[in-house]
């Protein structure tokens, strides 16, 4: 446990260790995600009570079409996010993270109309199960995961391009196959986001306005991750209205 107390530059002091101890950034870093979970699932609630019964029109948002251009928007955010995120100022990057916590629950909101609240319940819980032992593991483990990088946009590329081909062939059983693979891929790359948190405070840990930016990062990571985990159980499970 010591990995997540203080940091892991031997040349530094324990009183420069101490100064920017670990658990407090990985603490700060699930706390962004948490509230950007809040954030989602609460404006989807608020959203779906106000809802009439004319806006079922929007169900078409959320289903293979929906799924594809949500998952390639959000692969695209965190590469535009990724290659930015040091360049913005920390309440920019703040406003981007709740902004799009927001935004992604007004999209959630149809989900309220086309899945029963209970397996929406369940999904959230099953996915948070999943997420807290992959992410666990990735905290705890000290291997060295750069390497991982390409396989991980290759396993999300691939995702992509399953999900087009079931969307132009309807082949029985390929939406299954892909809900397994993405369950599979994210809980892969949950593991993976975890360990970068970590990572990225080593790079970062004598510079307090990057570790700030880095904490917004990293939770948005792993809130997408989360997302995309939920999602794709609720698609494989959930019971339709």
Known sequence: ???????GNPDLSYEDRA????YRHVAKTYGWM???LLLTFTTASLLYMGLASGMTILYPLYGKVGSIVTLVAQLGLVVYFSARFTKYSVATA???????SILTGVTFSILFLVYQLTSI????GVAALFFGVMAAAGLITKRDVSGLRPIVLIGLVALIVMELISLL?????????ICFLGIAIFMGITTYDAKRTKDLYYAFQTQDVMLEKVAIYSALELYLDFINLFLYLLRLFGKRK
Do not use: E, N, R
Request: net charge negative; hydrophobic share 55%.
């Open 121 to 124: 319940v369940l999904a959230f």
């Open 94 to 100: 703040k406003a981007i993270f709740i902004a799009y």
């Open 1 to 7: 446990m010591d990995d997540l107390y203080y940091s």
């Open 19 to 22: 100064k920017y101890p670990l």
């Open 34 to 36: 948490f509230l950007g």
């Open 169 to 177: 062939f309807h082949l029985d059983g390929f939406d299954t196959m």
